[in-house]
């Protein structure tokens, strides 16, 4: 096993947790924005509204490896409903996102990323979500304030979500590296680590112990060559190793 020149990690329940989901309580905040709402529309009836449109859509796209523009499908949600608000929508994004989803960083990441600006590894961050890519990059950089990484990918900017091979070949061409030079760390089997290997980098399955909010465990281990870590820190003992093994 070869040491890593990049670490390219998933957001959710990898870098971020996200203890709790509550979409009507986002979708109340965020109704607190509007300003013209002719229909009277109610909090309860907007999330249902979304709820619909969304999952529908997910239904017909996600098959085939696609991901939404969230804040335009948002925009038309509101266009339809006659909504208008006193903030921009990717002010109004932010808002909702923070309501529906409080987001902490993961036991050891912060000691983890220290570990790799040590070593010199460098890092990007590529994420399935269809909350817009700016977005992404605000609530990442205020969740961990003492790391920059080089490029966060969102799928929603990318058309393509993993484990489709064009959203990790976007992060390899921002990275300028080769597939083979890269791990790619994740909790989804999947989406991160079949995703991962099927792209040609080495894939890292974080299986923590904490359970996942908002999808189901998977119903199999992955079906590809794969490293299999519980905690940041045991990767962390990992890569020095590799560092210590360098330079015998």
């Known amino acids: 096993m070869k040491r890593p020149e990049m670490m390219i990690f998933d957001y959710g329940h990898t870098l971020c947790y ?42 017909q796209i996600r098959p085939l490896e696609l991901e939404t523009d969230g804040l335009k499908l948002d925009e038309c949600i509101f266009d339809a409903l006659g909504l208008s608000f006193d903030v921009t929508m990717r002010e109004l994004e932010y808002i909702r996102w923070c309501a529906t989803e409080p987001i902490f960083p993961m036991e050891g990441i912060e000691d983890f990323l220290a570990l790799c600006a040590e070593l010199g590894i460098r890092t990007g961050v590529i994420s399935n979500l269809s909350f817009s890519g700016p977005t992404l990059v605000r609530r990442i950089n205020e969740c961990l304030p003492f790391h920059r990484f080089e490029f966060i990918v969102a799928s929603s900017e990318c058309v393509f979500r993993k484990p489709s ?27 991160d680590v079949e995703g991962a290997a099927r792209s040609g980098l080495y894939p890292v399955w974080f299986k923590c112990p904490l359970k996942c909010t908002y999808k189901p465990e998977a119903p199999h281990p992955p079906r590809c060559e794969y490293l299999k870590v519980a905690s940041w820190a045991e990767l962390g003992e990992i890569l020095r190793g590799l560092e210590e093994g360098a330079h015998l």
């Open 18 to 59: 996200e203890p709790e989901q509550d979409y009507l309580r986002g979708w109340r905040a965020a109704m607190e924005h509007a300003v013209v709402n002719p229909r009277g529309i109610t909090p309860e009836q907007l999330y249902e509204y979304s709820r619909k449109v969304y999952a529908d859509l997910f239904r």
């Open 165 to 191: 091979e064009h959203i990790f070949r976007r992060a390899l061409g921002l990275a300028g590296l080769d597939a083979a030079s890269c791990w790619f760390a994740g909790d989804d089997v999947e989406c």
